[in-house]
């Protein structure tokens, strides 16, 4: 019984982790702007110094929680295609990790302080 009870625990906690604000990625000075809709989370890119980044590009689609993960889509500027994506923050940093084919890539992206 106690096991449910630390498994509810850790779910809830893990839903109430702070994703929505401003995340800045490794890459190009690139600011992620990471925002809620009806439960489902988005992210769009509000500046960059890397020219395939456009302003507005919405970069990560459709973040739901399911079976204890957020999985949606990230698009992929290098190669123009939306993939398959896992997303958690870990001790302050996002994680996310991209799925093509048989490969994945985890990138990291730091949050800034508003």
Known sequence: MKIIYLGLLLSLIIQTEDY???WKTN???TIIEIYKENNIYYGKIVSSNN???KKGTLILR???YLNGKYIGKLYAIKIDKLV???MKINNGILEITAQLGFMN???EWKK???
């Open 20 to 22: 929505e604000g401003l």
């Open 27 to 29: 890459k190009d000075h």
């Open 51 to 53: 020219s395939k980044a």
């Open 62 to 64: 459709d973040f739901k």
């Open 84 to 86: 398959d994506a896992e």
């Open 105 to 107: 890539k985890t990138i």
């Open 112 to 114: 800034i302080s508003k």
